[in-house]
């Protein structure tokens, strides 16, 4: 019987290096040798046992994997396409990515981008992917770069680094909110023009302040979202999509009623395939391959219990892509 190694858990806790069987995969008509994953925030909450992720157990963690269909009894995949998921509830209540060989439904598969190898869709994740949702929510909001200065929060972080690299090769202005000195220089090669101190937009102002940003991608939430609703200029609009400071929203509603301004959520787990296919094209051609692999580092399927704690505590810069062969 083929073992394979997995980061599973068998109960709720922390995930672990495992050694498993195909009697582990579950049900499912295309079975994939995966080659990479890759880390995110919900990874460290997942492998950490930190977040309430997993909604049953065994489940192997990972929210993300891209491979090579290996056996397929779907019309649409056959052995030796390249393949890739993204969220649609892995590692939730769909057995994960961190592993060496894995068994999902044929519906949930994305085939591999044209222009990006394997490693690449995995240095794009999830992160990348929501990073790419944003926007497009700000696109469709009507922002363009003429209408001014672009704010990105976490910005050393997976979803924020690809945020700043795809505004500013669209041509936007972008200012980088970070907490780490260390990474101005890197968030500048990425092609942020100003940076904004994290601490400067995490303390409450007043309810409506100084009309600032165009538009803003937030990925922190809490008191740095209100600020930035309280400083987007009228008509402008925020993309909401992370929680890495907080899930509560201080705001008032003066922002939206008298500023117009327009909070737009994002949620990539079950975005539509549709929506997925026209982000992944756009990622294609809107996210320089250089940047792209100037903000990742591939670290072994090993590390990730240790990686999962360093992301929760804000420690890892950009993208992390998992090797599931080391
Ligand atoms: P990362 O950990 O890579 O990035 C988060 C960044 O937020 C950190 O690098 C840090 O940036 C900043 N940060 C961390 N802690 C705090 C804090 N306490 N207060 C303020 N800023 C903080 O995570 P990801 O990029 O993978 O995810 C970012 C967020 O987006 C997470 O909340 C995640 O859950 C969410 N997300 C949502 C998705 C969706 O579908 N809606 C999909 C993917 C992610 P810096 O050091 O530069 O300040």
Redesign the pocket.
């Known amino acids: 019987m083929t073992t394979f190694r997995a980061i599973a858990a068998s109960e709720p806790g922390p995930a672990t290096l495992q050694e498993l069987t195909d009697a582990d995969l579950p049900d499912g008509d295309v079975t994939i040798a995966v080659a990479y994953s890759s880390?995110?925030?919900?990874d460290?909450?997942a492998v950490t046992g930190k977040g309430k992720i997993m909604r049953s157990h065994p489940m192997i963690a990972g929210i993300d994997l891209a491979g090579v269909v290996e056996a397929s009894d779907s019309p649409d995949w056959k052995p030796g396409d390249e393949v890739l998921v993204t969220?649609w509830g892995l590692s939730e209540t769909r057995s994960g990515g961190f592993t060496q060989r894995q068994r999902v439904t044929a519906d949930v598969l994305t085939a591999k981008p044209a222009g990006l190898t394997l490693q690449q869709t995995m240095a794009v994740g999830?992160?990348g992917?929501?990073a790419m949702?944003c926007v497009l929510a700000l696109e469709g909001n009507g922002l363009t770069p003429a209408d001014g200065e672009v704010v990105v929060?976490?910005?050393?972080?997976?979803?924020?680094?690809v945020a700043v690299a795809v505004l500013a090769n669209l041509g936007y202005e972008v200012a980088?909110?970070?907490?780490?000195a260390e990474?101005h220089d890197y968030?500048r090669s990425l092609g942020a023009t100003t940076i904004v101190d994290?601490a400067e937009l995490?303390t409450a102002g007043r309810p409506l302040d100084k009309e600032r940003w165009a538009g803003g991608v937030d990925?922190?939430?809490?008191q740095?979202l209100a600020t930035v609703l309280a400083q987007t200029k009228y008509r402008g609009a925020v993309a909401a999509?992370?929680?890495?400071?907080?899930n509560d929203l201080p705001t008032t509603v003066l922002p939206f009623i008298l500023r117009n301004v327009a909070l737009l959520?994002?949620?990539?787990?079950s975005?539509p395939a549709p929506v997925r296919d026209e982000a992944w094209s756009r990622l294609g051609t809107d996210l320089p391959t250089d940047l792209l692999d100037a903000m990742t580092t591939v670290e072994p399927m090993t590390k990730v219990p240790q990686l999962a704690e360093a992301?929760?505590?804000?420690?890892?810069?950009?993208?992390v892509v998992i090797d599931t062969a080391t």
């Open positions: 880390l995110n925030y919900k460290g909450l969220g999830t992160a992917l929501t949702l929060t976490g910005a050393g972080g997976g979803v924020g680094s980088a909110s970070t907490g780490r990474t968030l994290r995490a990925t922190v939430g809490s740095t999509c992370g929680l890495a400071g907080g959520g994002v949620d990539s787990v975005c992301i929760l505590a804000g420690a890892t810069r950009g993208r």
